[in-house]
């Protein structure tokens, strides 16, 4: 029988190169490069958080920076509140003065909002707290810090529209606001312990943001007030990473791709970057899923002027089928459907992509890993999978009839050669 576990937390992917003034933060390790810190001994109890509601925290994209002070991450379940995740950040200290967590995700800002975190210092001396963002062209803007008092739950408000930022383009000095109307890549919560040792708890993280329409039955979304070029239906076959792909079945005569429309910064210099309200909107569709839609063209691709989603595969369920292919790179299992949830049943023989549990330290389940590694082509796959806001279908749990390849046996240990015989 599967049990149900939650997904946790996401890959750390890699940020931009520094600047070799102070303050520029220096280019991380590659994607997947791991940063390990020595161990401490665990922490005393903490006092119940009186953050009213579960945040950002939940999200499974979080990790240390590694390119500050060497620090371990660990998500927590909250004390006396089963299935509520609060962070911590544990820093030995060091050269930089400083260490982080980082959030991987893209984001709008609100232009009038704020950013509020909860935070627990253990100990006995305050600790600075900061935000920074990463935006797509590589610039790096960080507020005025604040500070959290010892021992008791301080709740921090950081004001998005406040001109205290500092950034490359101001020498490091807090005199300006962040971009209006960009979206930023990477979300920094940055511990400033003058290079000592220091532990944070981080919880109800929250930020006022732009969001993305709801992807709902029967309702049909506008994007941009463009025309549609072309009118499709069809079944959606892939839907991650901000792109759409419907399968060259239904009234579509061949597999179709959708992007984000490309937005140019205004004002500024920096890189064109995907709508990150579409690729919201993208990302909650599901392969199985019913949808009509206008794609107009641009130099970058096709692109939504409408979408309206027609049938809606279940969120949540279990399914069986064979496996079809196993992608060890992009941690994907591709099952090709032969029982689907109740309401999936349209998605029978048909293909079903299933990224693998994470662990608190945003790797794969070792054990659904090793399954998956193992699996061939046509070999019976059982999985109970969850769609999550923002994340692809994940696997909860994972069983197949393939037996485990058997554990080999130690090899006996071969006898000492005898020694000389001392003469008499």
């Not at 984000?260 to 919201?280: F, N, Q, T, V």
Request: glycine share 10%.
């Amino acid at each position: 029988m599967l049990s149900r576990l939650a997904p946790l937390l996401g890959l750390l992917a890699a940020l931009a190169s520094g600047s070799a003034l102070a303050g520029a933060p220096a280019r991380p390790p590659a994607v997947g490069e791991a940063v390990k810190a020595p161990e401490r001994p665990d922490q005393p109890a903490i006092p119940p958080s009186p953050a009213a509601a579960e945040g950002l925290e939940a999200l499974p994209w979080w990790s240390a920076a590694p390119w500050e002070d060497p620090a371990t991450f660990e998500k927590l379940e909250e004390p006396g509140r089963p299935g509520r995740a609060m962070l911590r950040l544990t820093t030995v200290g060091g050269k930089m003065g400083k260490s982080a967590l980082v959030l991987s995700r893209e984001m709008l800002p609100s232009e009038t909002g704020a950013i509020r975190v909860t935070v627990y210092i253990p100990g006995k001396t305050p600790v600075d707290i900061a935000i920074g963002f990463f935006y797509p062209d590589d610039s790096y803007y960080e507020a005025l810090p604040k500070q959290a008092p010892p021992g008791e739950w301080r709740t921090l408000t950081f004001d998005l529209a406040a001109a205290n930022f500092k950034t490359a383009a101001t020498g490091w000095k807090h005199t300006t606001a962040l971009p209006r109307r960009e979206p930023f890549n990477r979300l920094c919560f940055i511990l400033k312990p003058d290079g000592k040792e220091a532990t944070a708890y981080f919880d109800g993280l929250s930020m006022d943001s732009v969001q993305a329409p709801r992807v709902e039955p029967g309702a049909v979304l506008q994007f941009a007030g463009q025309s549609a070029k072309s009118v499709v239906a069809g079944r959606v076959a892939k839907s991650s990473a901000g792109r759409l792909e419907l399968s060259g079945d239904g009234d579509v005569a061949k597999a179709l791709a959708i992007e984000p429309r490309r937005i140019k910064p205004e004002g500024r210099s920096g890189k064109a970057y995907a709508d990150p309200l579409e690729r919201e909107v993208i990302e909650q569709l599901v392969p199985g899923d019913l949808v009509e839609l206008g794609w107009y063209e641009s130099p970058a691709g096709k692109h939504l002027a409408w979408l309206k989603l027609v049938g809606q595969f279940p969120r949540k369920g279990r399914l069986s089928g064979k496996c079809k292919a196993w992608d060890q790179a992009a941690g994907t299992l591709t099952i090709e459907i032969a029982a689907a949830p109740q309401g999936g049943e349209r998605m029978v023989g048909k293909d079903f992509p299933l990224l693998l549990k994470l662990t608190p330290e945003g790797k794969p389940d070792p054990e659904q890993l090793r399954l998956a590694a193992r699996l061939r082509p046509g070999d019976p796959v059982e999985a109970e999978y969850q769609k999550r806001p923002g994340d692809a279908p994940r696997a909860l749990a994972l069983a197949s009839s393939v037996p485990a390849p058997p554990v080999p046996k130690p090899e006996p240990k071969k006898p000492e050669p005898p020694g000389e015989k001392e003469p008499d």
